[in-house]
């Protein structure tokens, strides 16, 4: 168990839905990361906050955001789901932000039918 | 884009050594070397991570080159739970995170 939760484990929606994935850290640590992972694309960062605000931004589209809360807890907003966006999404945090281990949540499963 | 190159695949028998390589001959001075390994139907896990001497761990070993160009995973006795997809990383940008995964090296173990 790597202290990292994420919710809901599996999502079933339809294409122009949006959806919300939860992030709950490790208790103490300050940074939050998200992570898409497709078959044909592998694992790909996609944004990354630190005590609540932007930190790094990767290849996030714009139908999707994201924000982490003053409880530290993150959120992945989905919009204008395609078929395409069906991954696992995976969030990930650290104690800070140099040379930390990335501690990964065992993911949400996204299907977009 | 990730700044390292790993074989696609490799194999090995349980309870042999196993040496993962990796290159990266783009890395900067401050950059670490971090490895991370993903099981079937898992998130991934850290395995170790080092800056420019040999670094060991309950889990590894990484040595790294003295020119830092290439580090190589050493997995001292291979067992089947250790088949999974082995990530050799980089930071990415100019602080030490986030980390870009590549597609990694799959292992198989063989009993």
């Known amino acids: 168990d790597s202290g990292v939760t994420q919710t809901p484990k599996h999502l079933i929606t339809a294409t122009g839905q949006r959806v919300t994935l939860r992030c709950s850290p490790r208790?103490?640590?300050?940074?939050v990361y998200w992570y898409q992972q497709s078959l044909d694309q592998g694992l790909q960062f996609l944004i990354q906050?630190?005590?609540?605000?932007?930190?790094a931004k990767g290849n996030i589209l714009e139908r999707f955001s994201a924000q982490q809360f003053p409880d530290l807890h993150s959120e992945l907003n989905l919009s204008s789901l395609e078929l395409g966006d069906s991954a696992l999404y995976f969030c990930?945090?650290?104690?800070?932000?140099?040379?930390?281990?990335?501690?990964f949540g065992s993911g949400t499963q996204l299907s977009v039918l | 884009d990730a700044k390292t190159t790993q074989p696609n695949s490799m194999e090995s028998n349980e309870e042999e050594p196993v040496h993962l390589p990796c290159n990266h001959s783009?890395?900067?001075?401050?950059?670490?070397i971090h490895w991370y390994r993903q099981l079937p139907s898992q998130g991934p896990e850290y395995v170790i991570h080092?800056?420019?001497?040999?670094v060991n761990n309950r889990m590894a070993s990484l040595a790294i080159a003295e020119d830092r160009k290439s580090s190589t995973l050493i997995l001292h006795r291979a067992t089947l739970r250790d088949a999974a997809v082995y990530y050799c990383?980089?930071?990415w940008g100019s602080g030490n995170t986030p980390l870009v995964f590549g597609k990694g090296t799959r292992l198989s173990v063989i009993a």
């Open positions: 990383i980089l930071p």
């Open positions: 906050y630190y005590n609540g605000e932007e930190r």
């Open positions: 783009t890395i900067s001075g401050t950059d670490y």
């Open positions: 990930a945090s650290s104690l800070g932000t140099a040379n930390e281990k990335l501690f």
């Open positions: 080092g800056l420019t001497s040999n």
């Open positions: 208790s103490g640590d300050l940074s």
